[in-house]
């Protein structure tokens, strides 16, 4: 197996684009193949990217033959052909049947599920199957680790997205994030089914099976005054989740996206809350400056890792199955992100 060839499928997309363009800032000794059914528009940047190898392919997914020879010997499989619910299939049981390592940054409760009824068959296989490495779920649910860490034990979680929309030319995955903003509030107790518009209602349970609820709210930043998005249509969200969430904001108004987790329980015998979030950026800041780039850098984040030292897993992995939030902070910064803009603390 080449130890370190990646295959991204869909990388025409402009989500999937700015991951590839992510990861190559961070590693050059990569060799990263493209794949699209339009490789047309690949070809132009791919081959100026700054790593040791690119080739481009056309690609199908329905046809099961090539993928199979794209794939064979990868170190890595990166999906970012969207929508999920409609490409994961082909690809996760692809990786499985030729024992290589799977990774997606879907945000969607349908693929997760669907993800999920192949974990015995990713065992089996002895298959990694890495899913919602993106910024949420996946750097907001590192938040819900780190700040998980302090307690002894967990009683519930909640978890904060705020949604901008800083770029012009955002892609359908974007405004897909901001139709589900605009939808019910994802809740372990009560949405835990495929019309829910946040996974991470549906994996953290697995990852603390203790918790009475996971409470996901999202909205965007700030509440826009007319649109899809105006105030009257974004799910309520506690006052003291909304607050700390908006904090690093205050200041200046621009809209941007901001992720907050926080997490109940109990510390030594005594009840007790631990918060994390994204800190207030820089108008310097050019990896977490929105939500597209803040997607882009920790999937790069993701991928890093999971080349380091998550493929030693198998089975069907959300991000706190396992990420430790340590190194993938660190990762992070490889992947370009300041380090006073990854993370802190809320007393």
């Known amino acids: 197996m080449t130890a370190r060839r990646i295959v991204f499928i869909g990388a025409a ?24 059914v339009r490789p047309d528009l690949v070809e132009p940047w791919g081959r100026r990217l700054p790593v040791r190898r690119v080739t481009v392919r056309h690609l199908d997914l329905r046809d099961r033959r090539n993928l199979l020879s794209v794939i064979d010997g990868a170190a890595l499989v990166v999906l ?45 296989a002895g298959v990694p199957l890495f899913i919602g490495c993106g910024a949420s779920p996946g750097l907001n649910s590192m938040l819900v680790v780190d700040a998980a860490r302090e307690l002894d034990s967990v009683d519930g979680i909640d978890m904060c997205w705020m949604v901008g929309d800083e770029h012009a030319d955002a892609g359908p995955a974007a405004h897909e994030i901001r139709a589900h903003v605009d939808g019910p509030a994802a809740d372990s107790a009560s949405d835990a089914r495929p019309e829910s518009p946040h996974p991470a209602a ?26 899809p998005s105006r105030p009257a249509s974004a799910p309520a969200i506690p006052d003291k989740v909304r607050t700390l969430a908006e904090a690093p904001h205050q200041a200046s108004r621009p809209l941007r996206i901001s992720l907050l987790a926080r997490v109940t329980g109990a510390y030594d015998g005594e009840p007790a809350v631990v918060t994390r979030r994204t800190p207030a950026r820089s108008a310097r800041s050019h990896s977490l400056r929105n939500e597209a780039s ?30 430790d939030p340590e190194a993938f902070y660190t990762a992070l910064e490889h992947a370009g992100a300041d380090p006073a803009e990854i993370v802190e603390s809320v007393i």
Do not use: N
């Open 202 to 227: 549906i994996t953290m349970p697995r990852r603390y099976p203790e918790i009475g609820y996971v409470h996901i709210v999202g909205r965007p930043d700030p509440c826009r005054q007319d649109g």
């Open 294 to 323: 803040l997607t882009a850098t920790a999937c790069s984040a993701f991928i890093m890792l999971a080349l380091a030292q998550g493929c030693g897993r198998v089975g069907v992995l959300a991000p706190e199955d396992w990420a």
């Open 80 to 124: 970012g052909a969207r929508p999920y619910p409609h490409t994961a299939g082909y690809v996760r049981s692809a990786c499985i049947e030729a024992g290589v390592a799977y990774l997606d940054f879907a945000d969607d409760a349908v693929s997760t599920q669907s993800a999920l009824t192949l974990d015995r068959k990713a065992r089996e």
């Open 13 to 36: 997309s402009a989500a999937c684009r700015a991951v590839v363009d992510r990861l190559a800032c961070s590693a050059e000794d990569l060799d990263l193949t493209l794949c699209d």
